[in-house]
């Protein structure tokens, strides 16, 4: 078990109810990032971590979405009230220490949330 | 702000065919320059990088080298399998105004090969 995980692979909802997306990056990573992929679209950036702080939320796209990690290992991602167009796969990666030339994202496998 | 461009898909080849998926980028500096793939109902895969102009990435049997003067890093590769269908991401990352290595994706590219 040496790569990133998530968890849970497939999550459905109903619009206006509240979930929760879990990342375990690879241990050792300090930073940790959550992209959303949506269909037939790039990869969109939503926060980035170092350490147990979020220096980029640039990303997120309103503040119905929020991302904590705690012990510089797990990271939730929270999605209030969740809508339609939240419908997406969420993609965490983590790299050793998201500085310097050629810092390698690993990414997980994905969760893909379907709001109805 | 950075950006990266590669080739609208879907792509299809047929086995042992030459493969190219063209893709340049916009940066401010100095990006290292990545291939992600994607394999159907899988997460994203490291694929190959370069580091600085004129590197040669290389994994598997593609290939893609660092142009500066042409802003691009296409990816080949010289005979295609059917394994290799995917969706293909290039990346770039450069230091950001945070000190972090923000990573830059194009759109991704979709290849099918056939039998």
């Known amino acids: 078990g040496a790569g990133v995980s998530q968890s849970p692979s497939n999550k459905v909802t109903e619009k206006g109810k509240d979930v929760e997306l879990r990342c375990d990056p690879i241990s050792g990573h300090t930073a940790l990032y959550w992209y959303r992929q949506s269909l037939g679209q790039g990869l969109e950036f939503l926060i980035y971590?170092?350490?147990?702080?979020?220096?980029?939320k640039s990303g997120l796209p309103s503040d119905r979405f929020s991302a904590e990690r705690t012990g510089g290992s797990v990271s939730t991602l929270t999605i209030q009230r969740t809508q339609q167009e939240d419908s997406a796969v969420y993609l965490c990666?983590?790299?050793?220490?998201?500085?310097?030339?050629?810092?390698?994202?690993?990414f997980g496998p994905g969760t893909r949330l379907t709001v109805l | 702000g950075n950006s990266v461009t590669q080739m609208e898909g879907p792509v299809t080849l047929s086995e042992e065919a030459f493969l190219t998926i063209n893709c340049t980028y916009t940066?401010?500096?100095?990006?290292?320059l990545f291939w992600y793939v994607q394999y159907p109902g899988e997460g994203l895969q490291l694929l190959l990088k370069a580091t600085k102009a004129d590197d040669k990435g290389s994994n598997k049997g593609f290939e893609a080298t660092y142009r500066k003067e042409t802003t691009s890093f296409h990816l080949e590769k010289g005979s295609v399998q059917v394994s290799d269908s995917a969706v293909y991401f290039c990346a770039l990352s450069e230091a950001s105004f945070g000190g972090y290595q923000k990573v830059t994706f194009g759109t991704g590219t979709k290849l099918q090969v056939i039998p």
């Open positions: 971590f170092q350490g147990n702080s979020a220096p980029d």
């Open positions: 940066a401010t500096g100095y990006p290292s």
């Open positions: 990666a983590s790299s050793p220490t998201g500085r310097g030339v050629g810092d390698t994202q690993y």
